[in-house]
């Protein structure tokens, strides 16, 4: 089974769904399912979704549909795998049009740099339904040396400064560490090993200076 948030309808549609006895279970009927795996069109397709899963998909004739299941006619529409924005600086519903990224089919946004504080709140608004948008993974402030090239990265001029850094991020539930151009070689072999085996196991991931 793969997960809901792997499937997004393109081209929003508008539909009355009455009451069921089911509601429990969701099948979307007719849409033209574009699998990238093999490059395949398969058209009049249904998905049957139960909870937050997809149970069953494929043509709708040989689907069985769950009685009393609430139907959504996606005839004439499209189905395609989440797409992902890995280089999103999305941090707060108040500058950022998080519903947008849902209506033009991104699913997850990884933001790689930016206000922990504000980073957590965010996801946890988003993970609890408070504001609609996609998942939300994110590296929290850059780790940088001295002199930083921006102000409001982390400084690491000292073993001791990089080990601190990894761990109080990985405190803050970060999903990835990113370090910038001018860390020196033993805070940079101090990174990889906080992170790879120190008590936060948080595996690092390490990014070239870009915009």
């Known amino acids: 089974?793969?997960?809901l948030a792997c499937l997004l309808?393109?081209?929003?549609?508008?539909?009355?769904v009455g009451a069921q006895s089911n509601p429990g279970v969701l099948?979307?009927?007719?849409?033209?399912?574009?699998?990238?795996k093999s490059g395949r069109e398969i058209p009049e397709t249904a998905i049957v979704v139960r909870g937050?899963?997809?149970?069953?998909?494929?043509?709708?004739?040989?689907?069985?549909?769950?009685?009393?299941?609430r139907s959504v006619d996606a005839r004439g529409k499209w189905i395609i795998p989440g797409l992902i924005d890995s280089h999103a600086h999305a941090e707060s519903a108040?500058?950022?049009?998080f519903g947008l990224y849902l209506a033009n089919g991104v699913t997850t946004i990884r933001n790689p740099g930016g206000n922990t504080t504000l980073l957590r709140l965010t996801r946890e608004k988003l993970l609890h339904g408070a504001i609609?948008?996609?998942r939300l993974f994110f590296s929290g402030q850059?780790?940088?040396?001295?002199?930083?090239?921006?102000n409001r990265s982390l400084l690491l001029d000292t073993p001791e400064r990089a080990r601190s850094a990894?761990?109080?991020l990985a405190d803050q539930g970060v999903d990835f560490i990113k370090v910038y151009n001018n860390v020196r070689e033993p805070e940079l072999e101090t990174i990889v090993e906080t992170a790879r085996g120190g008590a936060c196991r948080l595996p690092a991931m390490f990014r070239a200076r870009s915009a």
């Open 1 to 3: 089974m793969k997960h």
């Open 9 to 16: 309808l393109i081209n929003a549609f508008s539909c009355a």
């Open 27 to 36: 099948v979307v009927r007719g849409a033209t399912l574009v699998d990238v």
């Open 52 to 69: 937050e899963r997809i149970a069953q998909i494929g043509p709708e004739g040989k689907i069985t549909i769950p009685a009393g299941a």
């Open 94 to 97: 108040e500058e950022t049009p």
């Open 132 to 134: 609609a948008g996609p």
């Open 142 to 150: 850059i780790l940088d040396g001295m002199p930083p090239v921006w």
């Open 166 to 168: 990894v761990n109080v």
